[in-house]
């Protein structure tokens, strides 16, 4: 059964730091292309950062950029998001989603992955 869990988010100050996990099973995520989204309480989805399956590729939505870090670990078959000087705008759920690699599609397009998690609640406030 394909899965992916993420873990890691809770309350954090503003100007704190996370560092969110989705761990894959069923599949191995080396070949796959893996998205981080995020969906605050009456808005759309959106796209927070991306690895490429073939060269790592890690994009960055403009308002994360300098604050985010993307990285995955083939070896535990998890990839990680670290945030840092989070404000209360980042408050949502975060997801993790995976997709064939699919270098002509952008990696924003929502439609476009095969296996999403249930996410997990990040919540900046004082």
């Known amino acids: 059964q394909v899965q992916l869990v993420e873990s890691g988010g809770g309350l954090v100050q503003p100007g704190g730091s996370l560092r969110l996990s989705c761990v894959a099973s069923?599949?191995?995520?080396?070949?796959?292309?893996i998205g981080w989204f995020r969906q605050a309480p009456g808005k759309e989805r959106e796209a927070v950062t991306f690895?490429?399956?073939?060269?790592?590729?890690?994009p960055y939505a403009n308002d994360m950029k300098g604050r985010a870090t993307g990285s995955r670990d083939n070896a535990k078959n998890t990839v990680y998001l670290q945030m840092n000087n989070l404000n209360p705008e980042d408050t949502a759920v975060y997801y993790c989603?995976?997709?064939?690699?699919?270098?002509?599609?952008?990696?924003?397009?929502?439609?476009?992955?095969?296996?999403w998690g249930q996410g997990t609640q990040v919540t900046v406030s004082s």
């Open positions: 989603a995976a997709r064939t690699h699919q270098p002509g599609t952008s990696w924003t397009r929502l439609g476009s992955y095969n296996y």
């Open positions: 069923g599949f191995t995520l080396d070949s796959w292309d």
């Open positions: 690895s490429s399956a073939p060269d790592g590729t890690t």
